[in-house]
Nanobody, 124 residues
């Protein structure tokens, strides 16, 4: 079976940092562009960041530029999202997703596989 499993979420104070991980099992991420999305209560799912299949191209939502960094380690079959200077408005369930493509996009949710999500709460 093919799975994506996110981890690393939790409760953090404003200004703090978290690193999310997304580990794949049952398939190799070498063939997939990867994305991170988030969904806050009462809001639509939105793209946060994505990284191309090889890792040479990344995209970020304007709201997270300069604060979040996406990376991938294909040898470990894992994608990461380093989140710094967190704000209360970053509170959401964060999902990783895999797209059988070379380049990535955060303007579409048409990815092939999705994880179950990890909760990130930014609050004092």
């Amino acid at each position: 079976q093919l799975h994506l499993v996110e981890s690393g979420g939790g409760l953090v104070q404003p200004g703090g940092s978290l690193r999310l991980s997304c580990a794949a099992s049952g398939f190799s991420l070498n063939y997939y562009a990867m994305g991170w999305f988030r969904q806050a209560p009462g809001k639509e799912r939105e793209g946060v960041s994505c990284i191309s299949r090889i890792g040479g191209s990344t995209n970020y939502a304007d709201s997270v530029k300069g604060r979040f960094t996406i990376s991938r380690d294909n040898a470990k079959n894992t994608v990461y999202l380093q989140m710094n200077s967190l704000k209360p408005e970053d509170t959401a369930v964060y999902y990783c997703a895999a797209d059988l493509a070379t380049l990535c996009s955060i303007t579409t949710t048409k990815y092939d596989y999705w994880g179950q999500g990890t909760q990130v709460t930014v609050s004092s």
